[in-house]
């Protein structure tokens, strides 16, 4: 997804998607690249990471396991 950077304030940016102008994300200014200003154009990927979330569920499943034996 293509996003323009309407402004930034307090270390906040504001994208707004270019598919969809209504819409407006709000993101720390350091998850985005070096040097990025108002007006430039980013892309924006977000990736679901199924190792992560199975290595969280059974790192759930181990704690919830070990309060239950207490």
């Known amino acids: 997804m293509k996003a323009a950077i309407d402004r930034i304030e307090d270390g906040i940016a504001v994208l707004i ?3 969809d102008e209504t819409l407006r994300f709000h993101l720390p200014v350091a998850v985005l690249p070096p040097d990025c200003r108002e007006g430039d154009i980013v892309t924006i990927l ?6 992560a979330t199975r290595e969280g569920k059974e790192r759930t ?3 919830i396991d070990r309060l239950k034996r207490k």
């Open 17 to 19: 998607p270019r598919e």
């Open 46 to 51: 977000i990736e679901r990471d199924g190792e």
């Open 61 to 63: 499943a181990s704690l």
